[in-house]
């Protein structure tokens, strides 16, 4: 595909920038794990995008989303990218998703990156997701100046807001929220055996706010791979079973709590020899948990869907935090809106003032042979105030609303200018 559009970023002809995804708004816990991308899918899509000749992308891929930021001509060729390594096909991905384009997009990634479009409101963990996601990029070589300034303000807008702002008290995640609903449905929790499955970041999250919250001693941590687990464990002090174990440990235990990264479900009914009820809470994208555990009268399963529309007494408090929140990324994402729009003509302008210069020296060469007493520095002082005004007045055009590629393309022709 030719690269024949100008980029929002400007120096290069790079496309424009697109933000593609799907998120628990419209896309149930189900259809995004359809669409959920695991470390070596992202490696791979990072890869792929490379070599198709995209110039930057980032990719995210969380519990609540799945998201891709970059460069293209069309949106479709990061579409196709998300349902090649993933088990989405594009007419799912149509019902449910949403493309947003250039200044639209920026504005999207302020808005997620600072925890205002989490699903609980003022999660702040999705910035060291996508500040991972960003590392992730650079060393696959595939983020161009744009992203790299782009990522720098949306991290710079997220420091302000968590340190200039409320929103993050309260339950700022679903661990947290997965803590408080056992807190508020179970009956002297202190006292009830709980399981945990998987001790990834959610499952770490989720282990301290039990020992926080809880008070409970009678905390069972397993994992796939168990020297994992032993490591969570080892910061608690608790116990840990092999792998080989969670049949009779799920039939001892009051809760279990399953955070794996599995692309199947891990719990079924088949594990369950119950002899008392079981609170199962999944954790998961994609769900980790067979519905069919509801087979068994046992048996309450609660989603993470369900956790995340909890309300507690904190959410007004900070839903009251939003417009001083919003104050902060509108100044943020207009200084960088302001950086990305004069980057697009800035090169224009370079090879404009460079041409005037040129004129000027042949001119002043020809003029000062021709007239006696030339005065030089009188003719540089004249001229060098003749380019700087020309040019302010092409600026000042492209700047304003008028300004477009096709201006740029004007002044390039005009003037015979190379600006590549």
């Known amino acids: 595909m030719k690269n024949n559009l100008k980029s929002y970023s400007g120096e290069t002809l790079e496309g ?45 891929s969380t519990c609540n989303r799945t998201e891709l930021y970059g ?5 479709y060729q990061l579409i196709k990218l998300l349902c090649e390594y993933t088990n989405g096909t594009v007419e799912e991905f149509e019902k449910v998703a949403y493309i947003y384009k250039n200044h639209d997009a920026v504005s999207h990634i302020f808005t997620v990156g600072t925890g205002l479009d989490s699903q609980i409101l003022g999660d702040f963990e999705i910035i060291s997701q996508l500040r991972n996601s960003f590392r992730e990029s650079k060393k696959h070589d595939i983020f161009n100046p744009f992203m790299e300034r782009l990522a720098n303000a949306v991290i710079q807008a997220s420091k302000r807001i968590k ?29 009830k ?48 079973k092999d792998y080989a174990d969670i049949q009779s440990e799920i039939a001892q235990t009051d809760i279990l709590i399953v955070a794996t990264g599995a692309q199947q479900p891990t719990i079924s009914k088949e594990l369950l020899y119950l002899k008392r009820p079981l609170l199962i809470l999944d954790l998961s994208i994609p769900k980790n948990v067979s519905e069919n555990v509801l087979e068994n009268e046992l048996v309450t399963l609660v989603h993470l869907d ?13 839903a009251s935090q939003l417009p001083k929140a919003r104050k902060i990324i509108s100044e943020i994402e207009k200084d960088f809106n302001k950086w990305a729009d004069n980057r697009k003509f800035a090169p224009t302008i370079r090879a404009l003032k460079l041409k005037l210069a040129e004129i000027k020296e042949g001119e002043i060469d020809y003029q000062s042979k021709k007239i006696e007493g030339f005065n030089q520095e009188q003719a540089d002082i004249i001229s060098d105030r003749l380019i700087q005004k020309i040019t302010t007045h092409f600026v000042n055009h492209l700047k304003g609303e008028e300004g477009s590629a096709e201006s740029i393309e004007l002044i390039r022709r005009v003037f015979q200018l190379e600006t590549a």
């Open 16 to 60: 424009h920038f697109y933000a593609i995804g799907l998120n628990y708004k419209k896309a149930d816990a189900e259809i995004r794990g359809h669409f959920s991308i695991d470390d070596n899918a992202k490696k791979q899509i990072l890869k792929q995008a490379k070599e198709n000749g995209i110039p930057s992308l980032t990719v995210i």
């Open 71 to 75: 460069f293209a001509q069309h949106p």
């Open 306 to 318: 369900e956790l995340s529309a909890l309300t507690d007494e904190t959410l007004e408090q900070r």
């Open 163 to 191: 340190n200039e702002t409320k929103i993050s008290s309260g339950a700022t995640s679903v661990s947290f929220a997965a803590v408080q609903y056992i807190m508020k449905m179970v009956p002297e929790v202190s006292e």
């Open 193 to 240: 055996n709980i399981l945990l499955f998987g001790t990834g970041k959610i499952g770490r999250n989720t282990c301290e706010n039990l020992i926080k919250h809880t008070k409970n001693d009678h905390i069972t941590l397993i994992n796939r791979t168990k020297e994992t687990a032993e490591k969570v464990a080892g910061k608690f002090n608790l116990v840990v």
